[in-house]
Each structure stands twice: as C-alpha cells, then as structure tokens.
C-alpha cells in the first residue's frame, strides 16, 4: 500500500453503501462512474496509468488533479497518487462486502502543516461527496449510478 507521508493526519471516511461491492467497484473503478461523483478524468483501471481530474479552476488552483494507478486489487481496492495545487499525496478507495452491502473507505494521505486550511476543507469536501455517492448507490438505481 503506497501511503503519502504527512505531518496532519489522513482524511479517512466511510460510508456503508446499499449495493453490492461490484456495483460500488462500477462506480469508483471507470472513468464514467468516477466522472458522475467526482470529476471528469481520463482514468482507466490499469497499474501504472497516468490520467488526470479536471475541475473548475479556484483560488489560484489550475482544478486540475494529475495521478497515478498505484494499485489495484479490483473489487477490493485501488490506490492513486493525487498531485495538484503544489501538494503530492495519496488517496485509496477500500471496499469491503457486507452480505449484499458495501462499506467503502476513502483514504486522502499525505497532509503537510502548510496544508491544514485546506485539508479542514477537503475534510468536509469528502464527506459531502461519499455521502452523495452512498445516496446514488441505493439498490432502487437499475444502473450503478443515477
């Protein structure tokens, strides 16, 4: 497991998903499912692939995320680098199958000191953002995401 070494600790958050762990994997293992919770990206689940996050420039941030497939382990796990806004760190999707259901775990390492202020933000920016995919997840949704 690759892990980013930091002063602050890791964002960590998990959510228990109302779907099975392949359709959870569907969601957070393709570029279509990452593009409709996270942000569009030209990803694809192969080790060692480069791809790159794109969102709307802020605050002096270019919204572009460049990263790298450190591991894969499908349904399980996949890990990549996150390096954008001058930060190099770490962010892993762990999924775990509850008879039926999925706990997933989301890891954002790599947290220095000079970062606090933004990692408060991302702290709360993650939280909002696996709590929408648990929602989108619900085994109402035919398809893995709604």
């Not at 947290?111 to 702290?123: F, K, N, P, T």
Request: hydrophobic share 35%; charged share 25%; net charge negative.
């Amino acid at each position: 497991m690759e892990n980013v070494q930091g002063t602050l600790p890791n964002i960590k958050r998990t959510v228990i998903m109302d779907a099975p762990v392949h359709k959870v994997w569907n969601a957070v293992a393709t570029s279509e499912g990452l593009a409709v919770w996270l942000m569009p990206n030209n990803f694809q689940p192969v080790m060692g692939h480069e791809f790159t996050f794109k969102s709307e420039p802020k605050r002096g941030w270019d919204g572009i995320v460049h990263c790298k497939v450190m591991e894969l382990d499908p349904p399980l796990r996949i890990g990549f680098s996150w390096c954008g806004n001058n930060m190099n760190q770490y962010v892993s999707f762990e999924l775990k199958p509850l008879d039926g259901k999925t706990e997933f775990t989301l890891v954002h390492s790599g947290w220095s000191a000079e970062h606090a202020e933004l990692r408060e933000v991302m702290y709360d920016g993650w939280g909002y953002i696996t709590e929408g995919l648990r929602k989108r997840m619900g085994e109402e949704n035919d398809r893995y995401l709604c």
